[in-house]
């Protein structure tokens, strides 16, 4: 049990566009789910807390209105990249905590800004 | 703030031994704390949990210790195996409600 699932896997676009990442919890529901950008070699950085029905809680530094959150149901949360940059490209990584006490992580989507 | 320290970068272990790594925190007071595992290119995957109450964890070939007046985790893996290697992530959290932050992570080689 556990699953969290994230879609696409690997997006490439071009600068200036808007790219959307769905992050879904597969066999539970998830009030709170939490995004996560790691740059190569480098460790998780949070960015900010899905809460279901209400705004994003965004981590410092990161901009509310560049990295567009949306937790419409239990089991879905939505990062929208807007505008994308070369330098928004990472790895962007989803989670959920069915327990309250254990974060299970999606598979990460690859995202190339070009 | 809060920080949290992992002990190296990178650890390269022969394959039987066992590896131990660290975790050091600081200006933090965690209830429990996670250990994950990370493969490049994958999200991470839970390993185990210890909480405060709790001087050790086992789990099959692992093992977590956490000592609260340390401040400090160790993470042991006995009988490596180069299917060990990985970068192992800590992450400590004060209750159930708090955002938990992840370390750097140790990147560990078992060489065969």
């Known amino acids: 049990g556990a699953v969290v699932s994230q879609h696409p896997s690997r997006v490439i676009c071009k600068s200036g566009t808007s790219v959307k990442i769905e992050c879904r919890s597969l066999?539970?529901?998830?009030?709170?789910m939490f995004w996560y950008r790691q740059f190569p070699k480098k460790s998780l950085m949070l960015m900010a807390t899905?809460?279901?029905?209400?705004?994003?809680?965004?981590e410092q530094g990161v901009e509310k209105d560049k990295f567009l959150i949306n937790h419409a149901s239990l089991t879905l949360s939505t990062l929208t990249v807007t505008s994308a940059h070369p330098e928004d490209s990472s790895f962007y990584i989803c989670?959920?905590?069915?327990?309250?006490?254990?974060?299970?992580f999606g598979p990460g989507t690859r995202l190339t800004v070009l | 703030s809060q920080k949290i320290e992992q002990n190296s970068e990178a650890l390269n272990i022969q394959e039987g031994k066992t590896a131990t790594l660290t975790c050091n925190y600081t200006?933090?007071?965690?209830?429990?704390l996670q250990w994950y595992r990370q493969d490049p290119g994958r999200g991470p995957v839970f390993l185990l949990l210890?909480?405060?109450?709790?001087k050790e964890k086992r789990k099959e070939r692992l093992k977590v210790t956490f000592d609260t007046t340390l401040k400090q985790s160790l993470f042991h893996i006995t009988a490596s195996q180069p299917a060990d290697s990985a970068t192992y992530l800590c992450?400590?959290?004060?209750?159930?409600?708090?955002?938990?932050?992840f370390g750097k992570g140790t990147r560990l080689h078992i060489l065969p």
């Open positions: 989670s959920a905590d069915p327990r309250g006490d254990t974060q299970y």
């Open positions: 066999d539970f529901q998830a009030t709170t």
């Open positions: 899905s809460n279901e029905g209400s705004k994003a809680t965004y």
């Open positions: 200006n933090y007071s965690p209830a429990y």
């Open positions: 210890i909480r405060e109450n709790e």
């Open positions: 992450a400590p959290a004060r209750n159930r409600d708090d955002k938990i932050i």
